[in-house]
């Protein structure tokens, strides 16, 4: 379009839509007062609660033991990258496609890909605040750090957690065809996988055959990834490439499928 002899151009790059999608679903998550807080502040409720029920506890872990008020930070943590990156995701992906929204944005130069890469964007960012805020009280208040020389590791299993959760969530959405049925579904997954993949509960009180069924989901391989780098028995640079490679493996199918069944219409109406 010409105004005046020069021309005007709208950037349509990829970056730029991606750019917008993050600002747009960034603000709509500060907004949303229940989003905030089942994902911002119940994990630390829950951090604050299981520390202070098993604080006189001992944790079996790989090299020894760990006060149980330590071994609950990295699973919390784990257990907040989920809720930033596939619970919260996959509700506000139903909501948005079942008002409308995405059939909206469909009349627009956005792809898919700057849908997806968007929202991940926000996932991400919301993940590594959760984890910087309960590694904050698990130093404050318990007492708890990261051994220096596996720090990089850990912030590389939450970044690879929150992305791999993301296609997850993605790949959640497109099943789910009702925004009401959007938060039991996601809880009816994540709750269950939770208690016997070392999250909530140590694997080592589990019973054998129970935590092995934990084994084979992503929810255990975060949970046992994050606490290898948090361990301080572990020797290293507390790289889990068995725990990695569940998650990638997870990460790479729900990514098939995300981008698949990805749709812009609504699915109940």
Aim: hydrophobic letters at 55%; one cysteine or more.
């Amino acid at each position: 379009m010409s105004v005046q002899g020069s021309t005007v151009r709208h950037p349509s790059g990829l970056a730029h839509l991606v750019a917008h999608e993050f600002h747009f679903d960034l603000r709509c998550f500060w907004r949303n007062t229940q989003s905030r807080f089942f994902t911002l502040a119940l994990p630390v409720l829950f951090l604050v609660i299981f520390s202070s029920i098993f604080h006189n506890s001992k944790a079996t872990v790989p090299g020894g033991t760990l006060s149980e008020s330590v071994y609950y930070v990295p699973g919390i943590i784990a257990f907040g990258v989920i809720a930033a990156a596939f619970s919260n995701l996959a509700l506000t992906v139903v909501r948005y496609r079942e008002m409308g929204i995405y059939k909206r944005r469909r009349a627009t130069p956005v792809r898919t890909s700057a849908v997806i890469g968007g929202r991940a964007l926000v996932a991400v960012l919301t993940a590594l605040a959760i984890t910087v805020v309960l590694l904050a009280i698990g130093w404050v208040v318990y007492k708890a750090h990261i051994p220096g020389r596996t720090a990089p590791v850990f912030i590389l299993d939450v970044v690879l957690g929150a992305i791999v959760f993301c296609c997850l969530g993605f790949a959640l959405a497109a099943f789910i065809k009702d925004a009401e049925a959007a938060q039991p579904v996601v809880q009816a997954i994540i709750l269950p996988l939770c208690f016997i993949s070392g999250v909530f509960i140590p694997v080592a009180v589990l019973p054998t055959w129970l935590a092995d069924i934990g084994k084979v989901f992503p929810v255990h391989a975060l949970a046992a990834a994050l606490l290898a780098a948090y361990n301080p028995h572990t020797l290293g640079s507390g790289l889990s490439w068995t725990d990695l490679g569940i998650l990638l493996a997870w990460g790479v199918a729900g990514l098939f499928v995300a981008v698949r069944r990805f749709s812009w219409l609504p699915k109940n109406g």
